[in-house]
């Protein structure tokens, strides 16, 4: 499923440390059910550009267009309340609570706004990542790539509109790495918006709509 129509846009980002500029003037649109790559040396400000967008990291200046609200622009400051409610960011290094697998899931769900624990739900998002057999596992103990598929059930369960990951493949074998990037191709069929910072191109070229370049600053968007 996908729009004409950006369900997101960010414009005027700018960032700076220590002088030097990691953000300048830099744009882009987030599409339902569109996946965007993002490309870029390390050090480039790729993790620094989906914290802002994410709401965690304050930008020097930003502005933020919502479509679909009466007041769809506002300020980075003003909008971070909705940005929470619309946006989830995935660490490549997935947070995980104490506790169990099932566990996990079910605090996912709880967390929704306006939802509660739903053992329907959980077991369908179990199926769905293929973690039926680790329900009871110590969420803690994954290997790599269960935790990602973890992460990437509970953000289903979340139902949030747009997932930002970090390097979600990366120091994952071929198999944990095919499995994580067929929920990700689920997940955009099902209408979700992504960006994913990644540096290794192998499988995620199959599942992206385009592809936004940062360097030096700027942010340059590119066909898939």
Sequence with gaps: MTSLEPMLSFTGIHKQFERRAILNAAALDLYAGQCHLLLGENGAGKSTLLRILAGLLKPDAADIHFHGYSKPTMSWQKSRPRLRDTVMYLHQSPYLFDGSVIKNLSYAKSATQGGSHNDEAVAEVLSWSGLDDLAESPAKKLSGG???????ARAKLR??????????????????????????????????????????????????????????????????
């Excluded at 269960?146 to 990437?152: D, F, V």
């Design 146 to 152: 269960e935790k990602q598929r973890l992460a990437l």
């Design 159 to 224: 139902n949030a509109p747009v997932l930002l990951l970090d390097e979600p493949t990366s120091n994952l074998d071929q198999q944990s790495r095919e499995r994580t990037i067929a929920l990700l191709a689920s997940l955009r069929d099902e209408g979700v918006s992504m960006l994913i910072a990644c540096h290794d191109l192998a499988g995620f070229s199959e599942i992206a709509n385009g592809r936004y370049h940062l360097a030096e600053g700027r942010l340059v968007r590119s066909e898939a």
